[in-house]
């Protein structure tokens, strides 16, 4: 394991660790200044959207896990993609999630920072027949 990729990987656990937190300000220590969320449901959201949300209570997480499945690093761009989990609340309704999540880091002045992650729901393959 290279070392750029276990920074990596600690990057994507305080990524995760401060979604749980539902703490903005440690949010926002984990992704660029320009990061977007893309769902399937509303497609790219901005940061501030998602942290507006976040900081009003409108949303919120009570647990994230990720499966690292692969991990690619280049000079200053990377990804992570894998198989995630979480539970939360949004506009007071309980959500669950099992999804496929890309995050696209760049590092700046050393560090990375998440720019952009993509979800996909995971679906339960179909029987054969």
């Known amino acids: 394991m290279t070392d750029d990729a276990q920074l990596l990987r600690e990057a994507e656990e305080a990524f995760n660790d401060a979604m ?14 320009d990061w977007m969320l893309v769902t399937p449901e509303r497609g790219p959201i901005s940061a501030e959207a998602v942290l507006a949300a976040i ?15 692969l991990i690619r690093v280049g000079k200053d761009l990377a990804y992570v993609t894998g198989r995630g989990q979480n539970t939360g609340w949004f506009r007071s309704d309980p959500i669950e999630a099992d999804e496929w999540i890309t995050d696209i880091y760049r590092r700046i002045e050393g560090e990375w920072r998440c720019e952009l992650t993509h979800l996909t729901p995971a679906y339960a393959p179909r ?3």
């Open 127 to 129: 029987p054969a027949g």
């Open 20 to 33: 749980i937190s539902n703490d903005v300000a440690r949010i926002r220590a984990c992704i660029t200044e």
């Open 55 to 69: 900081s009003s209570g409108v949303l919120g997480h009570y647990t994230m896990a990720k499966q690292e499945r």
